[in-house]
């Protein structure tokens, strides 16, 4: 009997202790939330590299889901627009860092100032990342990691033209020179009629000290035209018209072109087709000047949903962001870390992204140039690239009719 009494005794403990908990777990507000993550990464290292963080954080955080939804890259912007129009926006969108000023125009990004003030590696970040997701002093993003450009040559090449690396425009010029032969050119890049090309001939307009939205200048004419003397001449291809950026790194795996111009994600590519290869800075209009590049790379942005699911977004976009974790995906992304210190630990580890991580400190944000209307700005300096590296136009005509229309779009409210 007395068993009996002890046993309903322990049950009774039991249940009350249960209840105890599921009362406290109610007025707790303990409730599941789940934080939707919009991007357009599909490379396989990429892809796991975030399945990996999911894994981790969910671990950390049991009352927090991450639920990656992937869209292709020339959709991302309107999907994330279209989704917060009807009330369904994602946590976090992974935005290109050109797009993050355009998107928090049509306010649908949270301010999250205060929360990045908190973290550690914020001071530490390079000033072109932190500008592209700032305005007004607001921040409106966190750099995921940065890519720009850098001039690939190939060594056996320039060794048998008796050449050396360029530094300068007036060497590149002269390796191009000296390296083409049939079916051999110069030099290689991309003057599509995407961002791609306004992408790579930033960093000879911006080094010269040109802008975007001063297409008139001395600068830029000056800048386009190397562009074009090089097709003329038969230094680069007229295909470059043509050519998206994977199409130039197939020149050069493929022994077609001595040099290129491209960004550190085609290091691996590069690495297997067994090309004897080196690379430096974007050369630069005279000896001892800085190049100044466009930074690539995307960034965690916070939408505008309840407070619950944006704290839960800002503390997963915290977890990504710790130095040892971001130093792997940055690793993984082939990106350089928008972090001072721990891109320099990437420049060491690996001497082949020391021309990437040197040119850090002078890299721009794309949006610098027109802020939220950078990506109708890059549509009319292309068309203008393109019209020139033809022919169908001077370099300085067809820079001032983009200009015209640069300076309408930039008088529109």
Not at 195 to 200: A, C, K, L, M, P
Not at 383 to 392: C, D, E, K, L, Y
Request: hydrophobic share 40%.
């Amino acid at each position: 009997m007395r068993q009996v009494r002890v046993a309903k005794f322990r049950r009774a403990s039991l249940a009350i202790a249960t209840l105890a908990l599921l009362t406290l777990g109610a007025s707790s507000g303990y409730t599941e939330t789940t934080v939707e993550v919009i991007h357009y990464f599909n490379v396989e290292g990429q892809v796991q590299a975030l399945a990996d963080i999911q894994k981790d954080f969910e671990k950390a955080n049991p009352d927090i889901k991450i639920k990656y939804t992937y869209v292709p890259f020339g959709e991302l912007v309107s999907r994330t627009l279209q989704m917060a129009a009807v009330h369904k926006a994602p946590a976090i969108a992974a935005i290109d860092n050109p797009d993050v000023l355009r998107v928090a125009k049509s306010n649908i990004l949270e301010d999250i100032s205060q929360e990045v003030n908190k973290l550690p590696i914020w001071s530490d970040i390079y000033p072109g990342p932190k500008k592209a997701v700032t305005a007004d002093g607001k921040a409106y993003g966190v750099p995921i990691g940065s890519n720009s450009l850098a001039l690939y040559y190939n060594k056996k090449m320039l060794s048998e033209a008796g050449v050396e690396p360029p530094k300068t425009w007036q060497q590149l010029s002269d390796v191009a020179t000296k390296t083409t032969k049939s079916p051999v050119y110069g030099i290689a890049f991309s003057a599509v009629n995407t961002e791609e090309s306004t992408w790579q001939w930033e960093p000879f307009l911006w080094s010269n000290g040109g802008s975007l939205v001063d297409l008139t200048s001395s600068n830029a004419v000056a800048a386009l035209q190397l562009w074009v003397d090089w097709v003329s001449k038969g230094l680069a291809s007229k295909d470059a018209l043509n050519w998206e950026q994977g199409d130039v790194a197939s020149q050069f795996t493929g022994g077609r072109a001595a040099t290129m111009v491209m960004g550190p994600w085609m290091l691996d590519a590069v690495k297997k087709s067994g090309v004897d290869f080196g690379i430096v800075p974007i050369p630069v209009p005279k000896e001892g000047a800085k190049p100044v590049v466009p930074l690539g790379g995307e960034c965690w942005c916070v939408l505008k949903t309840n407070s619950q699911v944006e704290a839960a977004a800002m503390k997963f976009i915290s977890f990504t962001e710790e130095p040892e974790r971001l130093r792997k995906l940055c690793d993984t992304f082939n990106y350089i870390s928008s972090v001072k210190n721990i891109a320099k630990q990437q420049g060491e580890s690996n001497p082949q992204l020391v021309p990437f991580v040197e040119q850090m400190d002078t890299a721009k944000a794309r949006s610098e140039d027109g802020g939220a209307k950078y990506p109708e700005i890059s549509l009319a300096t292309r068309t203008a690239i393109q019209r020139a590296v033809s022919g169908q136009a001077p370099a300085d005509q067809a820079l001032k009719e983009s200009a015209a229309k640069i300076n309408s779009i930039l008088s529109k409210n």
